[in-house]
């Protein structure tokens, strides 16, 4: 192999090594479980603004539709 070739062969092999050393420890710090349960949180809480929305919009139609028909 060239020089050239074989330095980066090195760099390439020890970012792989490196690269799984990182994932290995993430995965057994349990950071992954965490990140999925920090994600469903937020999501929960989106999902419940979103249900607080649509009941503030019924009870804002509703109220207008009964105002409508009263002005009548």
Same mark, same amino acid.
């Given at each position: 192999? #060239?020089?050239?070739? #074989? ?5 390439? @092999?020890? @970012?792989? @090594?490196? !690269? @799984? ?23 929960? #809480? ?18 207008? !539709? ?7």
């Amino acid at each position: 192999m #060239k020089p050239l070739t #074989k330095y980066y062969t090195q760099v390439f @092999g020890m @970012g792989l @090594g490196m !690269g @799984g050393l990182m994932e290995l420890f993430l995965i057994k710090s349990n950071y992954y479980q965490m990140l999925a349960a920090s994600e469903a949180k937020q999501r929960l #809480k989106e999902l419940e603004q979103e249900r607080e929305d649509a009941d503030r919009l019924k009870r804002i139609i509703a109220a207008n !539709g009964t105002n409508a028909s009263t002005a009548n």
